[in-house]
């Protein structure tokens, strides 16, 4: 069974800061990797969507990077601001199974003024 | 933005009570999901959709039920609610399976 880990579970950086979350998978055998935002009491919001045969996906400050061998991918967020608060989910879409997206649990940023 | 609704935001009712939370979008996507997620845990796959009376259950076992009679319209029932049911109630649609999933805002469910 697919399991995702999103470490850290919580991070608090300084306005200005580079930073790197943490995603892994236990079965490499996906379609893609999928990098989400959620605001508190809100639904999701797409940031990064990665295929299989990519290894990274950029827009703006975000940069989303993935090994799909060793079950790995890393977002980088670029001179962070308060506005980037939110909890950050990675999901992967498996080719086999019947479940369309697993998700992380999620990574619960802070970034103070 | 993604034009994907549902109703209501925020819901309190008693135990026992039959619920309907409605989900609808106007992207003309096939594939329709429902997620359930506890504060600070992660989202569950409670039940999708691939199509018109097409549905199927998901990797989290749940009491609703779901269906699927017009494209645009995926509502989420619970004929008999209970404290357990107390949750956030995700609903999402893509163009494809894999696709990136277009979320709602949620549904805030307090069963007393």
């Known amino acids: 069974k697919q399991e995702v880990t999103q470490i850290p579970a919580a991070l608090s950086v300084p306005e200005g800061e580079n930073l790197v979350l943490n995603c892994s998978f236990t079965?490499?055998?996906?379609?893609?990797l999928q990098w989400f935002r959620q605001d508190p009491g809100k639904g999701l919001t797409s940031l990064l969507l990665i295929q299989s045969s990519q290894r990274e996906q950029t827009s703006g400050r975000l940069n989303a990077s993935l090994d799909k061998s060793s079950g790995r991918s890393t977002l980088y967020i670029a001179a962070s601001q308060p506005g980037d608060s939110a909890t950050y989910l990675c999901a992967v879409s498996q080719v086999s199974g019947n479940t369309p997206l697993v998700f992380g649990k999620g990574t619960r940023l802070s970034v103070i003024a | 933005e993604a034009d994907i609704y549902q109703t209501p935001r925020y819901l309190v009712i008693g135990t026992g009570k039959k619920i309907t939370l409605e989900c609808s979008q106007t992207?003309?996507?096939?594939?329709m999901y429902w997620y359930q997620q506890d504060p600070g845990m992660e989202l569950h796959l409670i039940h999708y959709s691939y199509g018109v009376n097409s549905t199927e259950k998901g990797d989290l076992s749940s009491e609703s039920t779901v269906s699927r009679i017009r494209t645009e319209h995926f509502p989420l029932t619970l004929e008999s609610a209970r404290p357990s049911h107390t949750s956030q109630y995700l609903c999402?649609?893509?163009?494809?399976?894999?696709?990136?999933?277009?979320f709602g805002p949620g549904t805030r469910l307090t069963v007393l």
């Open positions: 999402a649609s893509s163009e494809y399976t894999g696709d990136t999933q277009y």
């Open positions: 079965d490499s055998a996906i379609y893609n």
């Open positions: 992207m003309g996507h096939d594939k």
